[in-house]
């Protein structure tokens, strides 16, 4: 069986699901971080891929792109993560209700 | 005569008043008196100018100068046109207006002197002039009706100059509140002409009124509009309780304002629409019965009075009622057909007009008198006043003159013209004559009960000694002679055939058994002051006690005052109308507005329970609404 294409996308909607739902449904902030990671881990797999298969080195350069951001991204949510947790001794979700009415 | 001049008369205290307000005012009103120079400078030329027309028109062919029309509004297809009217009724208002003004000013100068308002006093001053001499000139009603409201506007700042005195405010808002009334119904009527005819010239409605074409109920309706105005002008009854009221102004406003000039717009704007009038035979029958019954109904209330200044305001009310009777009973005479349409429309407006003419000389000079008393004792009781025969003899001298010409005595101006609408009265309708003849008795009552407590016996005031007392300065006194004069001989004068009238002589005039049975009553009413109140042969307490009822119901003014304040002031119109108005405003207005306010407010508070603050449901919430955008781009696309 070759690995086509529609592999590659398969395993990069499956992570993104994987994600989606670690994102919206964990209490621990930091593993809602590492959900978003995974996301975006996602999508540079369907990046390389197409760019693979189709032939254009654009799709390289986003993921190189992606990935530096996702470094600084994640510097910054983990740095915002300790700090909220030196404030609020906790780092549930669902106690982050500073913005409720 | 060239219609630039005709504009300069009209002009001239306009540009006074200008002056005055935007230039002496506020750079020099360290000199107040410029303004009072101004003010007599501009009235002179105007009367001067006057005098010009008053002669050209009598020279003129129909006694009428042609005046070019102006356009002054274009509305679409509608062109309102005013221009000037100058006929024998316009030059002698205008003469009438300028000379009693000039006089008025000139007594000011005396009698305002000092007062912090000077220069304010005279900017409205000359801003009344210009306004009146606008109303008499004007040719067309709309016109005619701003000019209305001018005068109304000064006579509300003039009588409320003393600002600070709430009575003297208090005056003023009802006398302009009152007017307005009146003005309300004018205005309609000028409306409903306007709808019905599709002018406002004076001249045209008067043509189409005699040739028929407008006439019926719309008329009537229009004439009775009309008279509601000069109701309210002119203190007509019912509309008569703000001027006594309007006293409370100084007295050379009074004299000018409330006596002489304004007061008398509603009689002239009668005369100037009388063939209006004529036409309809309701219209000036209820003017007829109006005039009458006021002139017998404000001298009652003149009787028991004891501020001079009141006296004389319900004798101005009930001299109006004399003059709007004349116009009425020849009007009713023309009406009827008892005299031909031309001749008594000239001779209706000459038996008015000749009474306005004499009545502004006398009433104005008692007004005048007044003033010159106020100024020595500093009051207007004349229960504290007395002797002042002595003090002030040159006061006493043109009083008595005045006097004597408004009860109508023999061959003061006052005689002339009441002798011609007595007359007209007992031709047209003796019920009118009867009512006229007792108001005779009376004015030369109350006329001479005054003069008699003011100057005849011992002072009996304490305000300043009699030894204070003192005569006015010559500035007050130079015009109060001049006008004596005119209230002597201003009935000799032809104003009578200049209007169309009839001419009477000298001597001549005491053939008749009219004039003999009203010199009678006057000599009467004069006596009986004597006898009452200079040689105490009856008195005046046990007088008062065996008419008691009577007495009460004068000196409280049939209640009227009363009546209007509580029953339609606060019962119809505070408790009722407003109370109603007020509730719609609470609930329905308000209701409304509010009512979305709290609307918003409650479903924000419902709503806002979708802000949970986790932005996790807030990250579901995108990510339903992702999907849901997407389906619907495969489902609709």
């Known amino acids: 069986m070759a690995v086509g294409l529609e592999h590659f996308l398969i395993l990069s909607a499956i992570l993104f699901a994987i994600g989606l739902y670690g994102a919206l449904a964990k209490r621990n902030a930091v593993v809602i971080l590492m959900s978003i990671e995974i996301m975006l881990n996602a999508v540079n797999i369907a990046m390389v891929a197409f760019s693979r298969y189709g032939h254009f080195i654009t799709g390289q350069v986003f993921a190189i792109f992606i990935m530096v951001v996702a470094a600084a991204e994640a510097a910054v949510g983990l740095a915002l993560i300790i700090a909220i947790y030196r404030s609020r001794e906790t780092v549930d979700a669902e106690k982050f209700d500073l913005m409720k009415w | ?637």
């Open chain 2, 1 to 637: 005569m060239p219609p630039e001049v005709v504009l300069a008369i009209l002009l001239l205290p306009f540009f006074s008043f200008v002056i005055i307000s935007f230039i002496l005012r506020p750079f020099f009103n360290h000199r107040p008196q410029l303004s009072g120079y101004v003010t007599i400078a501009s009235i002179g030329a105007s009367l001067l100018l006057s005098i010009w027309a008053l002669i050209e028109v009598s020279g003129a062919e129909g006694h009428v100068l042609p005046m070019p029309d102006y356009e002054w509004l274009a509305i679409g297809d509608t062109v309102i046109r005013i221009g000037v009217t100058v006929d024998a009724l316009a030059a002698v208002m205008l003469i009438v207006v300028t000379s009693v003004s000039l006089l008025v000013q000139l007594y000011s100068q005396g009698y305002m002197r000092g007062d912090g308002g000077y220069a304010r006093y005279f900017a409205f001053m000359s801003l009344f002039t210009g306004s009146m001499l606008g109303l008499v000139l004007a040719d067309n009603l709309l016109f005619l009706y701003l000019f209305w409201e001018g005068v109304g506007l000064c006579s509300y700042l003039l009588i409320g100059f003393w600002f600070h005195k709430p009575e003297a405010a208090r005056a003023a808002t009802k006398a302009f509140l009152i007017t307005r009334i009146g003005d309300f119904g004018f205005l309609v009527a000028i409306l409903l002409l306007y709808a019905k005819t599709g002018t406002f010239d004076i001249g045209e409605l008067q043509h189409l009124a005699l040739a028929g074409v407008l006439g019926g109920s719309v008329l009537t309706w229009a004439a009775i509009g009309i008279f509601s105005g000069a109701v309210g002008k002119s203190a007509q009854f019912p509309l008569h309780t703000w001027l006594p009221d309007a006293m409370e102004g100084p007295t050379p406003v009074s004299a000018l304002i409330h006596a002489a000039t304004m007061v008398a717009a509603g009689v002239y704007l009668v005369a100037r629409l009388f063939p209006v009038f004529a036409s309809s035979a309701m219209a000036i029958t209820t003017v007829a019965i109006i005039g009458g019954f006021t002139a017998i109904f404000a001298a009652t209330m003149g009787l028991v009075m004891n501020d001079i200044k009141r006296v004389l305001a319900y004798s101005t009310i009930s001299q109006l009622g004399y003059m709007m009777l004349g116009l009425g009973a020849v009007g009713m005479a023309v009406a009827n057909g008892a005299l031909p349409v031309e001749a008594g429309l000239a001779l209706g407006v000459a038996v008015g007009i000749f009474h306005l003419f004499n009545h502004a000389f006398f009433k104005s000079l008692l007004f005048l008198g007044a003033g010159s008393v106020n100024h020595a004792t500093g009051t207007f009781d004349i229960r504290e006043m007395g002797g002042l025969r002595k003090a002030m003899p040159w006061t006493y001298f043109t009083f008595l003159i005045a006097s004597l010409s408004i009860a109508g005595i023999w061959p003061l101006a006052g005689f002339w013209s009441k002798e011609g609408i007595l007359a007209q009265a007992w031709e047209s309708t003796p019920i009118l004559f009867y009512l006229a003849m007792i108001t005779v008795f009376m004015t030369a009552f109350y006329m001479f009960r005054v003069v008699f407590l003011t100057f005849g016996g011992e002072y009996r005031g304490q305000a300043q000694g009699s030894h204070g007392l003192h005569e006015s300065p010559l500035v007050m006194l130079v015009p109060m002679v001049l006008l004596a004069i005119l209230a002597v001989v201003s009935g000799w004068l032809p104003i009578s055939e200049f209007l169309g009238g009839e001419s009477h002589s000298f001597f001549g005039a005491l053939s008749g058994p009219l004039a003999w049975a009203s010199l009678v009553l006057a000599g009467l009413g004069i006596l009986l002051a004597y006898a009452i109140y200079s040689k105490k042969w009856l008195s005046a307490e046990s007088l008062r006690r065996a008419f008691a009822p009577l007495y009460t119901l004068f000196s409280r003014k049939y209640w009227l005052d009363e009546l209007y304040e509580r029953f339609f002031v606060i019962r119809l119109l505070v408790n009722g109308l407003f109370a109603a108005l007020h509730w719609f405003d609470d609930h329905i207005i308000d209701g409304v507005v509010n009512g979305i306010a709290e609307g918003t407010v409650a479903a924000g508070r419902v709503i806002r329970r979708a802000e949970t603050g986790q932005l996790q449901a807030y990250g579901l919430a995108i990510f339903i609404g992702i999907l849901v955008i997407v389906a619907c781009l495969f489902i609709f696309s």
